[in-house]
């Protein structure tokens, strides 16, 4: 890995607008099981793509709201790990940089990072379902179904459920900053996702370097300048102090 860490560095060395495309494997050491992952170990009356959806949601909130409050609670346990707290860090370095999460966790601001686009909302967040503009912060405690205190629909977690498109404001400042960028830098997911597998290839059309980080090749490797093939939590923190030793050419 040391060989690769050195070359992205040097990449990264170039680098003057940096954005950061992050994924499940990011917060898998927070104890946050990816998607892949909770694919294979949730029983069937648990899976997301059963109960993450607006169907589920019309038959059953309730229950929809139930399964959300249990994830919720495992989430606020979690902590962020070395990957969050370096790019914590790597921000410090660029005038330019930003985060584009797919993950719905929030560990990312709560590690400190400032310029997070959430792709594909916030656990940690309710929204009035008919869209009439209010958001509230999820009560784990609470029970049942809340409702909005602006026009009495009911509230649904603010994040996209299977179905669902993204956020548009959202996705079209990730294709736009994606195309401006220097280097992405690909951290923890399978690239398996559209629209989000999509920002690599917008990025890398428009000249930016692409480099991975990943335990396990994914659908994003062969597209990739540099693939650091390791967990987060200790690829990052390399990649950072290689990278503070390379003559900048900023
Ligand atoms: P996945 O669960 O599909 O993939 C997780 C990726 O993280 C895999 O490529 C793993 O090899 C990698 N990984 C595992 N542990 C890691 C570690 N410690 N460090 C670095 N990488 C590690 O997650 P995503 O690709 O993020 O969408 O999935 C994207 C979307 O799929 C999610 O946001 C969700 C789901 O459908 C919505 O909720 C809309």
Redesign the pocket.
Known sequence: MEKEIQQAASLLGLCRFLVVLT????S??SGIP?????RNNYKPQVN?AEL?TPEAFARDPERVWSWYRQRLGKIENAEPNA?HYTLVELESRFTSFLIIS???DGLHQQAGSRNVLE??GSIRRARCSKECGKYSVIDVQAGGVPYCPECGSMMRPD????NEPLPQDALETAMFISSYCDLMLI???????TP?AYLPHQAKEHGAALVE????P?AITSHTDMFIQ????EALPLLLAAYDTVDCTR
């Open positions: 994924g499940a494997g990011i898998q050491e990816t998607f892949r992952d909770a997301p993450g990957a797919q993950n719905v792709l594909h994040v996209v459920w299977f951290v923890g997911t399978s690239g398996l996702v989000a980080i990943n335990p396990s994914s390791g967990v987060a939590g």
